[in-house]
């Protein structure tokens, strides 16, 4: 199983910018990744999630415009760029990867949470205002 670790979350002032990694390892394979995020007392929530290729990206309405993610095979990695953050981007953010099922070559905008099998542990992003 594919398995994945975030870096990058910290403390930030709102309208700042921060940059969350994600690398993957494991058995090699073709997946779309994704971020999702997760305040106490709410369900988890997605943000945006990538193709395989890369060429194929989807925003969650509240990020658009502001976050950007992306991902280097050469790496293994993903990432999410995030610029003019929000007081309420406050959030505990999670990688995943989604579950062997599903084709490699589904469009980002396809992909719903439970298509997801592979997740981290997730990293605290907290905006001070």
């Known amino acids: 199983q594919v398995q994945v670790r975030e870096s990058g979350g910290g403390l930030v002032e709102a309208g700042g910018s921060l940059t969350l990694s994600c690398v993957a390892s494991?058995?090699?394979?073709?997946?779309?990744m994704g971020w999702f995020r997760q305040t106490p007392g709410k369900e988890r929530e997605f943000v945006a999630s990538?193709?395989?290729?890369?060429?194929?990206?989807n925003y969650a309405d509240f990020v658009k415009g502001r976050f950007t993610i992306s991902r280097d095979h050469s790496k293994n990695t993903m990432s999410m760029q995030m610029n003019r953050l929000e007081v309420e981007d406050t959030a505990v953010y999670f990688c995943?990867?989604?579950?062997?099922?599903?084709?490699?070559?589904?469009?980002?905008?396809?992909?719903?949470?439970?298509?997801?099998?592979?997740w981290g542990q997730g990293i605290q992003v907290t905006l001070s205002s």
């Open positions: 995943a990867t989604v579950r062997d099922t599903v084709s490699p070559g589904a469009p980002a905008r396809e992909l719903k949470e439970a298509d997801f099998g592979s």
């Open positions: 494991g058995p090699s394979r073709r997946y779309a």
């Open positions: 990538i193709s395989w290729s890369g060429g194929s990206t």
